[in-house]
């Protein structure tokens, strides 16, 4: 990991009880960007459900989760969402950092290592999308090698609405689809 103090580990239950205490902490910060949560969602047996959840997803290799640690504190998260194979090879990139850890790359390094990890599993393209007036996930993106393809209407279901969003993808490579990584 790139930056002193801080970690990128793999999801795993243990996990937890920690994600609920960071989704708590950062509950402001990141309702405009997220669907709605239940209640449940910020407990730690609402979390315990839903890494368990997700760890099935990563097991038939749909996705991929990370998440970012400072001492005893989980700060962050990067998930690779929708991996779909055959002539697409392709994955969705999602992340946040915890609101008294921003500035400092840490979304960057998160990314970057989603991006090399999809890499590593033979995908050629990784895509985002971003809500138009998150300025800050753009830079990150931009930050990242990503660029700018579109923008589509009424997209994702986010804070209780339906929202535009601008759509963001970085190609890995030119290999033809399902070949070996070399
Ligand atoms: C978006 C978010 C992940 C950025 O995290 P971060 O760790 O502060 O980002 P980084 O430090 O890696 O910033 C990378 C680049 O993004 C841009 N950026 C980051 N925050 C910004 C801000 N508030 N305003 C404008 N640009 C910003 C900059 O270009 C920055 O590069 P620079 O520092 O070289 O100028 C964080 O603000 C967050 O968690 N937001 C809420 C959740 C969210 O929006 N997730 C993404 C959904 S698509």
Same mark, same amino acid.
């Given at each position: 990991?790139l !930056?002193?103090?801080y970690e !990128?580990?793999?999801l795993s #239950?243990?996990?937890?009880?920690?994600?609920?205490?960071?989704?708590?902490?950062?509950?402001?910060?990141l309702?405009?960007?997220?669907?709605?949560?239940?209640?449940?969602f910020?407990t730690?047996?609402?979390?315990?459900?839903?890494v368990?959840?997700?760890l099935d997803v990563v097991?038939?290799?749909?996705?991929?989760s990370?998440?970012l640690?400072?001492?005893?504190d989980?700060?962050g998260?990067v998930?690779?969402?929708? !991996?779909?194979?055959g002539? /697409?090879?392709s994955?969705s990139?999602g992340?946040?950092?915890?609101?008294?850890?921003?500035?400092r790359g840490?979304?960057s390094a998160?990314?970057?290592?989603?991006v090399e990890?999809?890499?590593?599993l033979?995908?050629?393209?990784v895509e985002?999308?971003?809500?138009?007036?998150?300025v800050a996930?753009?830079?990150v993106?931009?930050?990242c090698g990503f660029? #700018?393809y579109?923008?589509?209407p009424?997209y994702l /279901?986010?804070?209780g609405?339906w929202?535009?969003h601008l759509l /963001?993808?970085?190609i890995l490579?030119?290999?033809p689809?399902?070949?070996p990584?070399?």
């Amino acid at each position: 990991m790139l !930056i002193d103090g801080y970690e !990128i580990q793999e999801l795993s #239950e243990d996990h937890a009880p920690e994600l609920a205490a960071a989704y708590l902490r950062n509950r402001e910060h990141l309702a405009p960007w997220d669907p709605v949560r239940p209640a449940a969602f910020h407990t730690p047996a609402g979390q315990t459900a839903d890494v368990l959840a997700r760890l099935d997803v990563v097991r038939r290799g749909l996705g991929a989760s990370w998440v970012l640690v400072h001492g005893d504190d989980l700060v962050g998260r990067v998930n690779l969402n929708n !991996i779909v194979r055959g002539v /697409f090879q392709s994955g969705s990139v999602g992340y946040w950092v915890d609101h008294d850890h921003l500035g400092r790359g840490l979304a960057s390094a998160l990314v970057e290592h989603a991006v090399e990890r999809a890499d590593g599993l033979g995908l050629h393209r990784v895509e985002a999308g971003t809500l138009v007036p998150n300025v800050a996930s753009q830079g990150v993106l931009r930050r990242c090698g990503f660029t #700018e393809y579109g923008r589509a209407p009424a997209y994702l /279901f986010i804070a209780g609405e339906w929202q535009d969003h601008l759509l /963001f993808q970085r190609i890995l490579h030119d290999r033809p689809a399902g070949a070996p990584v070399p």
